[in-house]
Each structure stands twice: as C-alpha cells, then as structure tokens.
C-alpha cells in the first residue's frame, strides 16, 4: 500500500523550531524526489521544497530560504523539514509528496509533477 | 498572490462539461509542457489529476482533459458528476523556481 505518513506538526512560538518527519510506505523511496508542500488555513499550495532521490540536489522556495532545511534518510524511508526561526505567515498544513524519477544511467531526474501525497501535519505558530 | 491565476469558483449541473483556466506566464506555462492539475476535496491530502498539460495517471477517469495555448493552460471535466465537486489546483514548473501553484478554483456541481 502507497503511503506517506507525515507527523510533527503542533504550535510552536514565532521564532521557535520545529521538525517534520515523513514516512514512506509502498514506493521505491530511495529513486523517489520528495516535496514538502503547504497549506495556509483558507488558501492555496505554496511548494516549499525538494530533494533529490539521493539528498544531493535541494531547492527551496524564497520564502522559507535560509530558514528551512530539507534533508533524507534512504536507510528508514524518511524526509524531513527543519523549519527555524517560525513566524504566522508558516502556519499552515503541510504535505509530503513524491515527485516520481526517470533514470539516466546511474541518475534520477524528478517529473514535474507529484503523484504520491500525505494527508499532512498542522503547524500553527502562535505566542 | 498566487503565481498562477485561476478563477475563484466554477459552477456546473451534471451531465454538463466545465472548463477551468490557470494563466501563467512565459517563465512557466508559456515555455514547458509541465502542467499539472490537482483535485482537493474538504479535508483531504491533493490528488493528482492531469500531469504533463493532459496526461492521466493511472485510475483517473477519461472525463478529465488537459489542453494548453501559449500562457495558459485549462482543465476541462465532461459529464460532470456530483463527486466532482472540489478545489482544484494547477501546477507548473518555472524556471528559477521549480513549482509554482494557482490560487486554486472551488467547482461546485449545481
């Protein structure tokens, strides 16, 4: 069965840290990109970020550059978002999801698209 | 404000067919072929409906179609049911970016 199982969430003071975890359940994790995209409460997707199948590549949005980190763990099938110094404009659902790979001899390029979601994590940044 | 701009809401009775644009520019949609659509229902995780301006993943009905001319893009549901009722979101890569979304449109099924 096809899973990604996010956890983590809570409410955290502006300027605090917090961590998201995502597990994967089903896919060929270690060849998968993996996303976190989010939701704020009454609005559309922002995409926050991506790391290639191997941790090597990662992007980010501009609005959550130099203060969220997105990082792998192939051996336990995670991912997991590193979110510091947190303000208001971060609260929201946030979703794990795959972007699926084509390979090119020993590498996965990542569609443009994602096919595998979680059912998400409520982050909410309040004093 | 969204990268993307969609409609607010769209409306339809079943049985009819309804269209929902998402205009871009050409730094996303004007210059790839990397579109993609989601449908979110209350509550619930995006699914992926459309990728690749209108290709379907497996298990997603035929009813569902994707087109694209020069900045825009459209998503386009014949014979609406009343399941089909949801927010849906388009989806495109953007150079400098990677993924940009629409503000997304709420289909409502009369």
């Known amino acids: 069965q096809v899973e990604l199982v996010e956890s983590g969430g809570g409410v955290v003071q502006p300027g605090k840290s917090l961590r998201l975890s995502c597990v994967a359940s089903?896919?060929?994790?270690?060849?998968?990109?993996m996303n976190w995209v989010r939701q704020a409460p009454g609005t559309g997707l922002e995409w926050v970020a991506i790391?290639?199948?191997?941790?090597?590549?990662?992007f980010y949005a501009d609005s959550v550059k130099g203060r969220f980190t997105i990082t792998r763990d192939n051996s336990k099938n995670t991912v997991d978002l590193q979110m510091d110094s947190l303000g208001g404009e971060d609260t929201a659902v946030y979703y794990c999801?795959?972007?699926?790979?084509?390979?090119?001899?020993?590498?996965?390029?990542?569609?443009?698209?994602?096919?595998?979601w979680g059912r998400g994590t409520t982050v909410t940044v309040s004093s | 404000q969204s990268a993307l701009t969609q409609p607010a809401s769209v409306s339809g009775s079943p049985g009819q067919s309804i269209t929902i644009s998402c205009t871009g520019t050409?730094?996303?949609?004007?210059?790839?072929?990397?579109v993609s659509w989601y449908q979110q229902r209350p509550g619930r995780a995006p699914k992926l409906i459309l990728f690749?301006?209108?290709d379907r993943p497996s298990g997603i009905s035929d009813r569902f179609s994707g087109s694209k001319s020069g900045n825009t893009a459209s998503l386009t549901i014949s014979g609406l049911q009343a399941e089909d009722e949801a927010d849906y979101y388009c989806?495109?890569?953007?150079?400098?970016?990677?993924?940009?979304f629409g503000g997304g449109t709420k289909l409502t099924v009369l």
């Open positions: 790391i290639s199948y191997d941790g090597s590549n990662k």
């Open positions: 690749d301006v209108s």
């Open positions: 089903g896919i060929t994790f270690a060849t998968s990109a």
């Open positions: 050409s730094r996303d949609i004007g210059d790839y072929n990397f």
């Open positions: 989806s495109s890569y953007r150079s400098g970016t990677i993924w940009v």
């Open positions: 999801a795959r972007a699926p790979t084509w390979q090119q001899g020993d590498n996965y390029y990542y569609y443009y698209y994602m096919d595998v």
